[in-house]
């Protein structure tokens, strides 16, 4: 089965400007969690969607956001770029419930490596 | 959130197992423990998880302590395809994933 896709795999924006990027999940998973992968900090998580809501959120600024739409598919948006948002943008989906379970298991998407300018 | 310590790198030979350890002295009773790897170029990829006794499937075994505040991951034979960074994790009911900066696994031929 198809695994966990994102879209686009690499961009390239200058600083100021916005960047929407996408995950499609694995067929049936209705959680998609987002993290922001830099050599200096690692992997961090962003947000969790559900069922079109949001159910948890990582320490970030409000210029980052993110939204699930009602077949499971998420986008998350960053608006007025920094140079400091260059990363490796990842999204994994899981079949979690609606109550969540640590047990449940997460599949990653190969990222989207955004560069700022 | 509760942390891992892991420790920054590790080398291993081809073939060998390789027991990578990890420390949650601050587990909670719910704390799920996974391990996922990440290859160059990739996303983390799952490995194997556990709550209380010990795991095994195809990749690898995980061992749990007692006090459920340490594990190791065991890779029965190394191979080069093995060499990633290994993050050991604690994933609680909320849907996070809190990582820690991971053992880099370097397998020598």
Known sequence: ?117 | DAKTTQPNSMESNEEEPVHLPCNHSTISGTDYIHWYRQLPSQGPEYVIHGLTSNVNNRMASLAIAEDRKSSTLILHRATLRDAAVYYCILRDNTGKLIFGQGTTLQVKP
Request: charged share 15%.
């Open chain 1, 1 to 117: 089965k198809a695994g966990v896709t994102q879209t686009p795999r690499y961009l390239i924006k200058t600083r100021g400007q916005q960047v929407t990027l996408s995950c499609s999940p694995i067929s049936g998973h209705r959680s998609v969690s987002w993290y922001q992968q830099t050599p200096g900090q690692g992997l961090q998580f962003l947000f969790e969607y559900f069922s079109e809501t949001q159910r948890n959120k990582g320490n970030f600024p409000g210029r980052f956001s993110g939204r699930q739409f009602s077949n499971s598919r998420s986008e998350m948006n960053v608006s007025t770029l920094e140079l400091g948002d260059s990363a490796l943008y990842l999204c994994a989906s899981s079949l979690a419930g609606q109550g969540g379970s640590g047990a449940n298991v997460l599949t990653f998407g190969a990222g989207s490596r955004l560069t700022v300018l």
